[in-house]
Nanobody
Framework: QVQLVESGGGLVQAGGSLRLSCAAS????????MGWFRQAPGKEREFVAA????????RYPDSVKGRFTISRDNAKNTVYLQMNSLRPEDTAVYYC?????????????????????WGQGTQVTVSS
């Protein structure tokens, strides 16, 4: 029902910036919690950022806090991830995800199992 398409990935030098976008087809996008996750080779998928439906709440793990910013434009059905001060360890495939029935934001938004729809991912490579 909901299709998500990520864009904006690429190759960047350490210390540089990238802005990822995720365009959603959902008719009720403004009701969804949206999240970003990433997966590096040989590692588990990990939480990167989440934003509540109204954008009143955001959440980040310590690994990206202060460097990454999630935002959304409900009029455009789009969520963004601004990534600054990139490090080689940020190299991964980045996925956006939609939770169409959001629960308690701070309790569940970090968990990949909360999300119902996923994009195909976009590669981010940070060189040293």
């Amino acid at each position: 029902q909901v299709q998500l398409v990520e864009s904006g990935g690429g190759l960047v030098q350490a210390g540089g910036s990238l802005r990822l976008s995720c365009a959603a087809s959902g008719r009720t996008f403004s009701r969804y919690t949206m999240g970003w996750f990433r997966q590096a080779p040989g590692k588990e998928r990990e939480f990167v950022a989440a934003i509540s439906s109204s954008a009143a709440n955001t959440r980040y793990p310590d690994s990206v806090k202060g460097r990454f910013t999630i935002s959304r434009d409900n009029a455009k059905n789009t969520v963004y991830l601004q990534m600054n001060s990139l490090r080689p360890e940020d190299t991964a495939v980045y996925y956006c995800a939609a939770d169409v029935n959001p629960g308690l934001f701070y309790t569940t938004s970090y968990s990949q199992y909360e999300y119902d729809y996923w994009g195909q991912g976009t590669q981010v490579t940070v060189s040293s």
